[in-house]
């Protein structure tokens, strides 16, 4: 079941990051429970030729490979799906014309202008294009104010399944502290605004959160929550560990 379906059973899903490169990490967070394993190429450490390993050790692992570009740019795009990413996560996005640009560059005719090419994907599904509109997940986000002034029309472009808040440019944006400002009206204001401009158009509001933060966002409407990045969890629980063992 690829991640679209969750979300169309009313499943909310939850994710971890992957900044690291690593294989071996891929396939040990994979297996862990997370519905989903987003590689970031925007900030992380992966180059083209680490994504194809990444994203086969996921599903080895047991999960669904997702990908944030490093921008919105139509090869790109194309590329991350034809290396076998169930999903691309688009970075700022910030208006109805670059929604476009991104579904363009994500569905194949006649919904969009995807070209042909799926060298690894098609390896997985022998039925990948005819399925690959109907599968593929298309989530850009929302990060600035500026998408938020116009979010209706950009989540009334057809072809996209999700947004994905990032609330460290978001807070940004808004003149606060990057990261996660709730309590602050400005910041509760918005993300109740995206959940409710979400839920008007038939969209999956997702943001990039913490596992304490998780319940609250779910709370909140969120249906697609990332609780984890592998170099933060490992960070801290090894200062735990060596707190610990000098203690």
């Known amino acids: 079941m690829d991640v679209r379906e969750l979300w169309d059973n009313g ?33 992380g450490a992966m180059d083209f030729q680490a994504l194809i390993g990444v994203f086969q050790a996921v599903l080895l692992g047991g999960s ?6 490093r921008w919105n740019e139509p090869g790109i795009l194309a590329q991350y799906l034809d290396a076998g990413a169930h999903g691309v996560i688009v970075p700022l996005v910030n208006s109805p014309a670059e929604v476009e640009a991104v579904v363009q560059a994500t ?3 006649p919904m969009g202008r995807r070209s042909y090419g799926p060298f690894m994907a098609s390896l997985r599904a022998e039925d990948y294009t005819a399925r690959a509109n109907d599968r593929v997940a298309v989530i850009p986000m929302i990060e600035t104010v500026d998408a938020v002034r116009c979010i209706d029309d950009m989540l009334a472009v057809p072809g996209i399944d999700a947004i994905y808040v990032g609330p460290a440019d978001l807070s940004f944006s ?19 605004t995206i959940v409710a401009a979400c839920r008007n158009a ?17 709370e909140q409407g969120f249906r697609m929550i990332g609780v984890s990045t592998d170099t933060s969890a490992m960070r801290d629980r090894m200062r735990e560990e060596i707190r610990a063992a000098k203690a």
Do not use: K
Not at 206 to 214: D, F, M, R, V
């Open 11 to 43: 499943d909310t899903t939850y994710g971890a990051w992957l900044t690291d490169p690593s294989i071996s990490h891929a396939e040990m967070v994979a297996g862990l429970g997370f519905d989903h394993v987003c590689a970031d190429a925007q900030h």
């Open 107 to 109: 569905r194949y005719p």
């Open 202 to 218: 038939g969209v999956v509001p997702g943001i990039h959160a913490t596992a304490a933060l998780a319940p609250r966002r779910r």
């Open 174 to 192: 808004l003149g606060l502290p990057p990261g996660n400002n709730d309590g602050v009206d400005v910041f509760d204001q918005v993300l109740a």
């Open 64 to 69: 669904r490979p997702l990908v944030r570009a």
